[in-house]
């Protein structure tokens, strides 16, 4: 299915927590429905202006009667910024959906854990959502540097919700890794820092779990066109983000 591309109206936009923002945007196009893990490239200054880039943003969530797409994200550079500005009733590009998203089918009748850095909980949201609606929960398990942020979105739609902080004012003192054993899951499902992958697909792998990562790259195009997003994989040599992702197998990217 092609990306789309139109301007969109802003329904409803607002700050979750310092630098965390939520926004709610119309997309009426039902025959380019997103699926959980797209993501859209955001764009609300000129095509002559700075920043060259639009922004890629996942999907949080996807509400299908209302036609409304949420994006949750972090203003941190001069793309988002602008983005943060945004009032109600503003205008805003989109261009997408676009990439994979992760399996849902696949994912059904396997015990499945949901394992979030940061803002990276932001396309695990609609996921559980859809595995949810079939009737499958999952276990979240997510990390923050020090506060959580939209912990209440996820509870319905998961078996269990577990916190672990950088700082230790919320749940456990440490990493979100250590909030679970890979051994009792099917399939891991995770996003956030580098780091965190790495170290979600090295104990997944031990495990004998299925990991899937979401790449959070950077992106030119976002439609698999420019090449801005690649990265090189041992197992793979080079992968195109934007295109055969954002959604891989934890081992084709650190294996
Ligand atoms: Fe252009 Fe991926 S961003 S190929």
Avoid at 112 to 129: C, D, F, S
Avoid at 153 to 180: I, K, M, N, Q, W
Avoid at 185 to 192: A, E, L, T
Wanted: glycine share 12%; hydrophobic share 40%.
């Amino acid at each position: 299915m092609r990306a789309q591309n139109c301007d969109c109206k802003v329904l409803a936009h607002r700050e979750v927590t310092a630098g965390i923002r939520l926004l709610q945007v119309e997309w009426t196009d039902r025959e380019h429905a997103p699926r959980a893990g797209q993501f859209y490239m955001l764009r609300c200054w000129r095509s002559d202006e700075a920043p060259l880039l639009s922004r890629p943003i996942s999907v949080h969530e996807w509400d299908a009667e209302a036609g409304v797409v949420t994006f949750l994200y972090e203003v941190r550079g001069e793309g988002t910024r602008k983005l943060a500005a945004l009032r109600p009733g503003d205008s805003l590009n989109l261009t997408g959906p676009a990439g994979n998203g992760w399996p849902v089918d696949q994912l059904l009748g396997k015990k499945v854990a949901l394992v979030g850095g940061g803002i990276g909980t932001a396309p695990l949201l609609q996921l559980a959502k859809e595995l949810a609606a079939a009737g499958e929960k999952p276990a979240m398990f997510c990390g923050f540097r020090d506060e959580p942020y939209r912990l209440d979105a996820f509870e319905p739609y998961c078996s269990g919700v577990a916190v672990a902080t950088d700082s230790g004012r919320f749940g456990h003192h440490g990493l979100v890794t250590a909030l679970y054993n890979s051994a009792d899951y099917d399939v891991i499902c995770c996003c956030g820092p580098t780091p965190m992958m790495k170290a979600a697909t090295g104990l997944a792998l031990e495990a004998g779990a299925e990991i899937l990562v979401s790449l959070e790259n950077k992106m030119a195009c976002g439609i698999g066109a420019c090449l801005g997003c690649t990265c090189h994989s041992r197992k793979k040599g080079a992968i195109s983000v934007c295109k055969q992702g954002p959604v891989l197998k934890g081992e084709d990217v650190y294996g």
